[in-house]
């Protein structure tokens, strides 16, 4: 099993930064095996694609709507996952959930193809 917790979450103002973390831990878990990615759910809408990045760290890829704003990296010494958020707007505003994913070919993109969700945390940009 695999345990995901995300953290920084918070309320800011419009054209402000946050920075999430998502730490993640199991018997089973190590870096090299697992995609991380990160979704996003507003209210009474469908939990979206944000980013995701490969265990290598390289070419993270985007959703068209947070790319030049956002920018994942990851530490595998510290099993950790990071979406700095910059630039933030209101339509930004939602739960934020870090997932895990075996695939290793290329930055995983539908909810499917993650195995392991966090609980989320909860970002509010206000205008």
């Known amino acids: 099993q695999v345990q995901l917790v995300e953290s920084g979450g918070g309320l800011v103002q419009a054209g402000g930064s946050l920075r999430l973390s998502c730490a993640a831990s199991?018997?089973?878990?190590?870096?090299?095996?697992?995609?991380l990615g990160w979704f996003r759910q507003a209210p009474g809408k469908e939990r979206e694609f944000v980013g995701a990045i490969l265990w290598s760290g390289d070419e993270p890829y985007y959703a068209e709507s947070v790319k030049g704003r956002f920018t994942i990296s990851r530490d595998n010494a510290l099993n950790t996952v990071y979406l700095q958020m910059n630039n933030l707007k209101p339509d930004d505003t939602a739960v934020y959930y870090c997932?895990?994913?075996?695939?290793?070919?290329?930055?995983?993109?539908?909810?499917?193809?993650?195995?392991?969700w966090g609980q989320g945390t909860q970002v509010t940009v206000s205008s």
């Open positions: 199991g018997r089973t878990y190590r870096s090299s095996s697992y995609a």
């Open positions: 997932a895990a994913s075996p695939k290793r070919l290329r930055p995983p993109r539908r909810r499917y193809e993650y195995d392991y």
